[in-house]
């Protein structure tokens, strides 16, 4: 484990190296724009605001956590600063240290040592994997915190779980919301089989879960709800990646022309009418568009859905076509038979229910890194199965040719 780590820690500190060396600091923060400027308008005192300019008020256009983390760093390193930036790059770094420690305890816990060292050994040294250290977003925590909510899901389905157990998932739901809220698309699944699992016996403790992770939210879904008026759990930009993805002349999966950071219409937009009413004009204009428009939708979702599992970021394109294909093999399988049901719940989840708010909107090829450690284990556990069935097989046709003819 202490190797995997190292190797994940060594692999994405040489890439930060050679990135910071050749890299101007102000192209780092601009990847990140809107975390850092929001972070920036919370140093000068101007509140959780300005995504995208000065001044331009509240917003709800990301989840909190994040922009707090940036904000920390601007506040003692100064605004923008090198400092700042190898503070995140540094949080990058310990967040996939930790990571590969827990993909292998997921793998051991769920599957074998060999297929526990294979998967956190993809993941450590993949390209892809190691190319998002580089970037200042919530990628790195939210990364470590779907790893966590996994390993979490593994303790608490167990009989001998203690209550602090299931007050730690929980806080683990309420701080994964406030960093990524796609997280919480893996949430019901869980707590739904927990509720119901061994006849109802957690069902006590479920609900103590949900609790806390309620309770974690519910302070910026009132503070949302007195700066717009109306219910925003975490995050309301819902109706702009919508809009983003469904308008007339998109260009496929990942188009962001009518971004406002891309597209000066669409920011004077959004500085006019104020965010609330832009996300609801966004999300009104979607809508209509999906409704008039149900072939073009259904070839842009199709074609959103390849790019989810298809799309490299640094690699060619075999390698996530080959692991997402023995990921889907390998839940199906941990799902049709009997005896791993229980534990194929988190990786169904993250299958199936993660990328759902993407396939509608618009895919990134980097959405999918919260989920890539379980991509990675559900590789190597198809990997390894396979091995298996043909050894297994060579050994029968083996000791059948060795029999002595009748």
Same mark, same amino acid.
């Given at each position: ?13 040489? =890439? ?12 780092? /923060? ?49 605004? !923008?600063?090198?400092?700042?930036? /190898? ?6 770094? %310990? #967040? ?23 998967? $956190? ?17 919530? *990628? ?19 009989? &001998? ?7 730690? !998932?929980?806080?683990? /739901?309420?701080?994964? $919301? ?33 609790? =806390? ?16 008026? +109306?219910? =925003? ?32 219409? &669409?920011?004077?937009? !959004?500085?006019?009418?104020? &965010? ?5 004009? #966004?999300?009104?204009?979607?809508? @209509? ?15 959103? *859905?390849?790019?989810? /599992? ?32 229980? %534990?194929? %719940? ?17 895919? &990134? ?13 559900? @590789?190597?556990?198809?990997?390894? @199965? #396979?091995?298996? +069935? ?17």
């Amino acid at each position: 484990m202490l190797a995997l780590s190292g190797l994940a820690l060594a692999a994405r500190f040489v =890439i930060v190296l050679m990135y910071v060396h050749t890299t101007p600091v102000a192209d780092f /923060w601009t990847f990140g724009f809107e975390p850092s400027h929001i972070a920036a308008a919370l140093v000068r005192g101007f509140g959780f605001s300005s995504p995208f300019t000065d001044h331009s008020g509240p917003t709800a256009w990301i989840p909190p956590a994040y922009p707090w983390l940036i904000a920390a760093a601007f506040k003692v390193f100064g605004i !923008y600063s090198a400092g700042a930036l /190898w503070f995140m790059l540094a949080l990058n770094l %310990v #967040c996939a240290t930790l990571t590969a420690a827990v993909i292998y305890l997921i793998g051991l816990r769920c599957f074998s040592p060999e297929i526990a060292f294979g998967g $956190a050994f993809l993941w450590a040294a993949s390209p892809d994997a190691v190319a998002m250290s580089v970037r200042i977003w919530d *990628i790195g925590p939210a990364t470590l915190l779907g790893a966590l909510l996994v390993l979490w899901y593994l303790r608490v389905v167990q009989p &001998e779980a203690r209550p602090r157990d299931w007050m730690i !998932y929980g806080t683990l /739901w309420g701080v994964s $919301a406030l960093v990524s809220t796609t997280l919480l698309a893996m949430m019901p699944l869980a707590m739904i089989v927990l509720f119901l699992h061994d006849r109802g016996r957690m069902r006590r403790q479920t609900a103590l879960a949900v609790g =806390i992770a309620i309770l974690i939210m519910l302070p910026w879904t009132i503070r949302n709800y007195a700066q717009f008026g +109306r219910l =925003i759990p975490i995050r309301g930009n819902f109706g702009a990646e919508l809009w983003a993805g469904n308008h007339p002349g998109v260009q496929g999966p990942s188009d962001e022309s009518l971004h406002p950071l891309k597209s000066e219409e &669409e920011l004077n937009a !959004y500085l006019t009418m104020g &965010e609330s009413k832009y996300m609801a004009v #966004c999300q009104r204009q979607a809508t @209509t568009f999906i409704r008039q428009n149900p072939r073009p939708f259904a070839v842009l979702t199709r074609e959103r *859905i390849l790019s989810f /599992w298809t799309a490299p970021l640094v690699m060619t394109s075999a390698w996530p076509i080959g692991c997402s294909v023995l990921a889907w093999v390998s839940t199906i399988l941990l799902l049709v038979r009997r005896a791993t049901r229980l %534990v194929a %719940v988190p990786f169904a989840a993250a299958m199936f229910f993660f990328p759902f708010s993407y396939y509608i909107s618009h895919a &990134e090829s980097y959405f999918r890194s919260p989920i890539e450690p379980l991509i990675s284990l559900l @590789t190597a556990y198809g990997f390894f @199965t #396979c091995l298996e +069935r043909i050894s297994a097989r060579g050994t029968a046709a083996s000791a059948a040719s060795s029999l002595p003819d009748s």
